[in-house]
């Protein structure tokens, strides 16, 4: 037995399983305003009146097909947007947080520079005050010096060729009246921040060989302290030697020779600044 | 039916001619019966679509635009209706492999590996009636038969079920196979 006939046989079954419609198909017709027998075609456009009125649009394999075209297209038409939507996306996640971040960091620089301008200031202020301070110092310090009248004291200040005292606590103060003579000298030795390296004053070829040297009596005994960069001339270098005899100081005081100056100068935290050698 | 024939039956219907409807009908009444029998699975409800369809054409005949399809433009249309009636009645599409027959019954699934494998079983549905040997198909077997009987060719058919052409093809064989095998000519 060859397909067709397979097929032709299959088909007889077929067509015996499936009914016979055709009635409910004419009842339908009529109950929609048409009849079947004898249609018009007023008739006929009134039934397509509820046809198309009933929103159904299985029927319609255009208009099914045209929706899914409709679909596509809107799917296509959006398309050059989404690379807009993403910018703007990209936008707000990124460009925004950026430049609020930008906008917080000038904001803050300028407060801080704010308060640099108010701190430079109350610095200044503080120095000022200090400078007065230290002035007040040397005076209450010279008087005590004198009341103590320590000969072996001023011996050793006189040996190093300065006869100012300090108060061992007051490294940071300026010392604002030697300042004050120093620049009212007729050396010119400039003044500003050392440089550790040169151990100098930028625009000036002097060598600063001691920034402070103080003698005090400290009970019996004589404290000797000596403040210069350190050997890597990045920082201060503290040096205190205590002696019982004045005139050990001597050889505490290699530093001196040949430049037997004391520099006024001020210390702030690392930085020096040297206002000149202090006068006699 | 032809193209033509079925776009001057689509005009005749237009203008209100029943008898054009009733051609058409002649012609496809079992394709869409079974394409909505396919779907929906109950006879009657098939039945019920399937008037509906036809009471459609008539009333929307129209507005048809021949595309050179019209086969797999009336089976889409069923189809269609099949699929809205089952969402507005919240049926759930089921698998073909295991839904009842049309009868409502458990229809024995038609193994080929099994039937091919026993020859005992294949002389005892050697004496099947081709309406028994038609239920002792798959389901898609017994889908792509259907409408192949129905003069629908394996493109359309592809194009309507939305299966490959070479499994529609591949179903097709089989089912041929298998129905000799079932009526004593295998």
Sequence with gaps: ?280 | MSEEEFEYAMREMAAGNADALKQVYLAYRTLIYTVCLKYLRQREQAEDVASEFFIKLFNSAGTFKANGHHKTWICTIAKNMCLDLMRKEGHVAASLDDTPDEDGQALEKADPASVGASSVEESTVNKLTIEEARKRLSDKEREVMDMKCSGLTFREIADITGMPQGTVSWHYNEAVKKLKRFIGYG
């Excluded at chain 1, 609020?100 to 000022?128: H, I, P, V, W």
Aim: glycine share 6%.
């Design chain 1, 1 to 280: 037995m060859d397909d067709e006939r397979i097929e032709q046989l299959y088909m007889e079954s077929l067509k015996a399983d499936v009914p016979d419609y055709w009635s409910k198909i004419e009842a339908g017709i009529k109950a929609s305003g048409a009849s079947v027998d004898n249609a018009s075609s007023d008739e006929v456009t009134i039934a397509k009146a509820d046809v198309n009125s009933s929103g159904d649009n299985v029927i319609s394999f255009d208009a099914a097909k045209k929706d899914i075209g409709k679909k596509k297209a809107a799917k296509r038409n959006m398309r050059p947007y989404v690379g807009l939507i993403a910018a703007a996306v990209l936008m707000v996640v990124v460009v925004v947080p950026v430049f609020l971040a930008g906008f917080e960091d000038r904001r803050k620089s300028d407060e801080q520079s704010d308060n640099t301008g108010y701190s430079t200031t109350t610095a200044a202020m503080n120095m000022e005050d200090s400078i007065s301070a230290r002035g007040d110092n040397k005076e209450a310090m010279e008087t005590e010096a004198a009341v103590a009248e320590e000969p072996a004291a001023e011996a050793a200040m006189e040996s190093a060729g300065e006869e100012e005292m300090y108060d061992d606590a007051e490294y940071e103060a300026a010392e604002t009246t030697e300042a004050s003579a120093a620049l009212d000298g007729t050396r010119d030795y400039g003044q500003g921040e050392l440089d550790y390296k040169t151990n100098g004053i930028a625009g000036s070829t002097e060598k600063i060989v001691i920034l402070k040297a103080e003698v005090v009596l400290k009970g019996d005994k004589y404290l000797f302290t000596k403040i210069k960069p350190d050997d890597s001339k990045t920082k201060l270098k503290k040096e205190e030697y205590e002696v019982e005899n004045p005139e050990e100081l001597v050889k505490y005081m290699e530093d001196f020779d040949g430049a037997i100056e004391v520099w006024v100068c001020s210390i702030h935290g690392d930085k020096i600044y040297v206002y000149g050698p202090a006068e006699d």
